[in-house]
C-alpha cells in the first residue's frame, strides 16, 4: 500500500524540481498481478523504487502487509525486483546466479541449490544451470533473472519493463509465461509498462499514471470502458474524440457537433453538466452501413464519407469525415459472411452508427 506518496527530485536541466510522484495513493492486493501503466518519465519507475526501498519518499509511506517499511534497507524488505537489463553476475553459471540470493541470506548449499533447481524448472530452464549468462538467448536471460528474483519467495516481485528488450513475439510469449507463474506461486506481481496492450492482457488490476499522479485504478475492462477522463481514453486504446456541446437533462442528453447537429447521448454518473464538451467513440463500437440501407433501432446515425481503408488482417480500419467531425472506424473482418456489405472503398457514402452508453 502506498498512502500519498511525494518524491521530488532537483530538475537536471537547472532550475526547480520535478515531482516524479504527486501523492500517489495506492492499494495493491496480495496475490494479484498489479500494472503500473504511463508514458515514459511519469514516474513508474520511481513508484517502484520506493516499494524496493531504493527510494526515499520525500512524505507519504509505503506499507507491506500491513507495516510501514520506512527506514528498512532493500536487502531487508520481502521484495524482488526484475531489471530490464536481467544484470546477472556475468562471471558465474546460471546456477550460481540464481543461488547468489540464498547464500546470501545463508541458506544451507544443499538446500539453495534445490531451491534454484526448482525456480529454473519453473521458468521452464531446467537444463542449463551450468552454462554461463552469455551463452543463452536473450528471452532464456530473462527467464534466470526471474527465476533467482523468486527463488527466495518474496512477498512482492516488482518487475520493471522486464519485456521491453525482447522482440516482439518473444514478448508475446513471455506475457503468458509470466501469467502462468504468478497464478502458480501466487506472489504478487507489480509489473511496470508503458505499453497498453500488455498491462491489459497480464493484469488483474491496472494504475494508469501521468505527470507522478495516479489517474485511475481498476480492472482492464474499467479502464478501457470506463476512462475517468480524456488522458486514460487516449492512452488506453484508440478513441474517437468529438468537439462540441453538451445539453444533459438527467440521464440522456444531447450533444450538439460544431456543425450543429445533435447526437443523443447517455451520460454516465461522471459526465458533466451542460457545456462545451467531448465526446468519445471507440472505433470498434461504429458501425458502418451504405448509406441506402437501415440501421436498425435508434442511437447514433452520422452520414459519412469514406476517405482512407487500411486492410490489418483480423480487421478493417476505415477514415471517415461527416460534417465537422473526422472517425476512425474498426470492422472485424469476419471471412464471407459480410458480403458487399461489409466492405467499403475510398469515396463510398455510408452511415456510422452507433448506441450511446455512459
Ligand atoms: P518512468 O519510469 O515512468 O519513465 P521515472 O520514475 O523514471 O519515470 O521518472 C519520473 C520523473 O522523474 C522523470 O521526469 C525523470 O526525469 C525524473 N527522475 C527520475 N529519476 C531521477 C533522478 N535520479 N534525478 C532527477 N530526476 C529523476
Ligand atoms: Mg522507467
Known sequence: ELREVTKAYADPRGAGTVRAMDAVSLRIDEGGFFAL???????????????????QPDSGAVL???????????????VNTVFQDYALFPHMSVLQNVMFGL????????????????????????????RRPSQLSGGQRQRVAL?????????????DEPLGALDLKLRKAMQFELKRMQQQVGITFVFVTHDQEEAMAMADHIAVMDRGRVLQ????????????????????GETNFLEGTLEASGPVGHFRLADGRTLPVVLGAAAPTSGPATLAVRPERIRLTRATHGTGAGGVRLAAR???????????????????ATLSVRQPNT???????????????????????G
Open 37 to 55: 501503466l504511463g508514458p515514459s518519465g511519469c514516474g513508474k519507475t520511481t513508484t517502484l523504487r520506493s516499494i524496493a526501498g531504493f527510494e
Open 64 to 78: 507491506i502487509r500491513g507495516r510501514p517499511v520506512q527506514g528498512i534497507p532493500p536487502f531487508h524488505r520481502p
Open 103 to 130: 547464500k546470501m541470506a545463508k541458506v544451507p548449499a544443499r538446500e539453495a541449490r534445490r531451491r534454484a533447481e526448482e525456480a529454473l524448472e519453473l521458468v521452464h530452464l531446467p537444463h542449463v544451470g551450468a
Open 147 to 159: 527465476a533467482r528474483a523468486l527463488v527466495n519467495r518474496p512477498a512482492v516481485l516488482l518487475l
Open 217 to 236: 485504478v481498476g480492472t482492464p475492462a474499467e479502464i478501457y470502458e470506463h476512462p475517468v477522463n480524456r488522458f486514460v481514453a487516449d492512452f488506453i
Open 306 to 324: 469514406v476517405t482512407e481503408v487500411h486492410y490489418l488482417g483480423t480487421d478493417t480500419r476505415y477514415h471517415l469525415v461527416s460534417g465537422s
Open 335 to 357: 471471412g464471407g459472411q459480410l458480403g458487399a456489405e461489409g466492405r467499403f472503398a475510398p469515396g463510398d457514402e455510408v452511415v456510422a452508427w452507433w448506441q450511446p452508453d
